[in-house]
């Protein structure tokens, strides 16, 4: 019994040896993540927020909390998640043993006439255990565990990407939506210019051509409506299919009563660890692929095996029961592999150039997420920059188009080509005005997507 108890120790101890102790590879995340400019101490992270504090339009909280609950994509991710979890049970039940029972019956009658017929009935049952000496069943249930928290990652990667979708989606809808009242109230103005040139004309201030100039710029505005007619409806379908329902129509608000967040603390880049999905996601891969070479590894040490049957046998049917035969053996083999044709050797070399390729990918995931964070950010900066440039920008066009209109009528310094291309200037300063709010809005939504925000 002493021997028995140090010969487990030393299996004990060596098995620790072959089993390497998982950690989280976090060299891979460097302090200039997120680019020198914008390195800060502040663990405040816009990612803690949830999406309902984020997003202050309840028109667009609500078609979020519809999309998560009827988005298909996150059913799947559910269904990974089933699929995991019964890999992980499984990978528990390999620490028992196996155990198997059969009943057979044989009838054998010679060909002479008058021999004796012979009956043997057998109930019997066997099993069989193999002792987990060096850990590979633990590193097997240990990387069925990280596949199952890797698809429960996915499922908060669908639900990151969904929010941002939804929200990205709704802004650009709303962006169309005003692109075009702009631009149809831009029509209507031009075709009160055509009139005015018409009656200019008639008392000769101005000549033909100014006339159907002016009809030529009205058309030049009422020619995009309804390519933006058509992207409003694209865009709805997007959302709709996000949502999981059929196309349709999406209620929604206006651009102009949106309001933006503008508190964006981005934390320190370690915490992309805790927040990003995908960047979790890709850290269970490689814990995945790490326990699969440990247990990869224990396939070059021996085994031991266990091995028991037991039964009862008789001649009749009648007797089974109170048969005075009865079998049962038990067997324990230590079993050393020598040469299985390189299978051992093959699977460790697979199994590390797995790990290999997923640390890499962790690696470069981490890359990809300080890139986003820091190209939203200043997305969102170069936005809030336009934006007041902008305004300005339309305030001295507006000023442009009236003087020019004035000075049409009273002077002959000035003709139509002077008015047509004031009004063209500031028909495409007041499109870009909405495209410089929409990129605000939607810098936010990337930002915070792009710190791993919307599945708290």
Not at 173 to 193: F, I, S
Not at 338 to 363: C, H, M, P, S, W
Not at 424 to 447: P, R, Y
Request: glycine residues 4%; proline residues 2%.
């Amino acid at each position: 019994m002493k021997w028995a108890i140090i010969i487990g120790l030393i299996l004990l101890v060596a098995s620790c040896k072959v089993a390497k102790p998982y950690h989280t590879p976090q060299e891979a995340v460097g302090a200039s993540l997120y680019r020198d400019s914008i390195q800060t101490a502040d663990s405040s992270n816009l990612a803690d927020l949830s999406w309902k504090q984020l997003f202050s339009d309840t028109t667009l909280q609500a078609l979020i909390a519809d999309g998560i609950a009827h988005n298909l994509d996150l059913e799947v991710a559910m269904a990974r998640i089933r699929q995991a979890t019964a890999n992980l049970r499984q990978s528990r039940a390999a620490f028992f043993p196996e155990l198997s029972g059969g009943l057979t019956a044989t009838y054998q009658q010679q060909a002479n006439r008058g021999a004796v017929s012979n009956e043997l009935y057998e109930l019997a049952g066997s099993s069989s255990w193999e002792a987990d000496l060096w850990g590979k069943y633990r590193s097997s249930k240990r990387a069925a565990l990280a596949a199952l928290l890797q698809s429960q990652s996915y499922k908060r990667a669908v639900m990151t990407q969904l929010v941002s979708d939804i929200a990205t989606n709704y802004y650009a809808l709303l962006g169309y939506d005003a692109q075009l009242q702009v631009t149809l109230k831009t029509v209507e103005n031009r075709k009160l210019d055509a009139i005015t040139m018409k009656t200019l004309k008639e008392s000769d201030v101005v000549t033909s051509a100014a006339v159907v100039q002016s009809e030529a710029n009205r058309y030049a505005a009422e020619v995009t409506i309804p390519d933006l007619r058509q992207s409003i409806r694209q865009t709805e379908n997007a959302i709709s299919v996000l949502l999981g329902r059929n196309p349709g129509d999406i209620q929604r608000d206006s651009l102009k009563d949106q309001k933006v967040y503008t508190d964006l603390k981005i934390g320190v880049p370690i915490q992309l660890l805790a927040n990003r999905p995908d960047v979790q996601e890709a850290e269970y891969q490689y814990r995945y692929n790490f326990e699969l070479t440990n247990a990869a590894r224990a396939y070059f040490y021996p085994s031991l095996t266990i091995t028991a049957q037991g039964g009862l046998y008789s001649t009749s049917v009648s007797n089974f029961f109170n048969a005075p035969a009865l079998f049962g053996s038990v067997v324990g083999g230590l079993t050393q592999p020598i040469f299985n044709r390189g299978l051992n050797k093959q699977r460790l070399q697979v199994a590390q150039a797995q790990q290999d390729e997923a640390l890499i990918t962790f690696r470069q995931t981490l890359l990809t997420a300080g890139q986003e964070v820091s190209d939203a950010l200043f997305n969102y900066q170069a936005a809030v920059e336009k934006i007041s440039l902008r305004e300005r920008q339309i305030a001295y066009l507006q000023k442009a188009v009236d003087y020019t209109k004035e000075l049409l009528k009273y002077t002959s310094s000035t003709n139509y080509t002077d008015v047509l291309t004031s009004e063209q200037s500031l028909l495409s300063a007041q499109l870009d005005h909405i495209s410089d709010k929409l990129q605000q809005l939607q810098a936010v939504v990337n930002l915070y997507r792009s710190l791993g925000g919307g599945w708290k």
